[in-house]
């Protein structure tokens, strides 16, 4: 299970809302203090809120501002990731062969591309539906796993330039 600590932001009548922070990967590197993309990381790090499903005696013990941790299973991001990333890439590949194919010797370039062009749309949109039909799937929802006592979240506010 993958964990996230955030911070509850309200609460309804099944489920609560979630703040946590999205930040880069760099956080894990010994040199992120005198690192350039660490440090644009955390200056470009924003808030984002998620709904959380929870039973009502959780709901009980919640209260606004506590720190909680939610979490989603390791192969649920693995396989989504794959697919976010996959899908758009094949269909680009596919799409540029295709074009390739349908221009001939003369001018194959120009479709070769306008085909990429093509797949990479055709690819975007099946991500996007294939998002859609999984909205109502719980195994693709985030789990309240616990509440944290004594451990406050810090969520950093955002510079305002």
């Given at each position: 299970?993958?964990?996230e600590?955030?911070?509850?932001?309200?609460?309804?009548?099944s489920g609560i809302w979630?703040?946590?922070?999205?930040?880069?990967?760099?956080?894990?590197?010994?040199a992120?203090?005198g690192?350039?993309?660490?440090?644009?990381?955390?200056?470009?790090?924003?808030?984002?809120?998620?709904?959380?499903?929870?039973?009502?005696?959780?709901l009980?013990?919640?209260?606004l501002?506590?720190?909680?941790v939610?979490?989603?299973a390791?192969?649920?991001?693995?396989?989504?990731?794959l697919?976010?990333?996959?899908?758009?890439?094949?269909?680009?590949?596919?799409?540029?062969?295709?074009?390739?194919?349908?221009g001939?010797?003369?001018?194959?370039e120009l479709?070769?591309?306008?085909?990429?062009?093509?797949?990479?749309?055709?690819?975007?949109?099946?991500?996007r539906l294939?998002?859609?039909?999984?909205?109502?799937?719980?195994?693709m929802?985030?789990?309240?796993?616990r509440?944290?006592?004594?451990?406050?979240c810090?969520i950093?506010v955002?510079?305002?330039l």
């Amino acid at each position: 299970m993958i964990e996230e600590r955030g911070r509850v932001v309200a609460l309804d009548e099944s489920g609560i809302w979630v703040e946590t922070v999205q930040r880069s990967g760099c956080h894990g590197c010994a040199a992120k203090s005198g690192c350039g993309t660490g440090l644009l990381g955390d200056f470009w790090a924003k808030a984002s809120q998620v709904r959380v499903s929870a039973a009502p005696e959780t709901l009980s013990r919640v209260q606004l501002h506590d720190t909680v941790v939610i979490g989603i299973a390791e192969n649920t991001l693995a396989s989504s990731a794959l697919l976010v990333y996959l899908v758009p890439l094949v269909t680009l590949v596919l799409g540029a062969l295709a074009g390739q194919a349908l221009g001939g010797v003369s001018g194959g370039e120009l479709w070769a591309i306008l085909g990429a062009l093509g797949g990479l749309l055709l690819g975007a949109v099946c991500v996007r539906l294939y998002s859609h039909l999984q909205r109502d799937n719980p195994a693709m929802a985030p789990q309240f796993l616990r509440l944290e006592q004594g451990k406050p979240c810090v969520i950093p506010v955002t510079p305002v330039l």
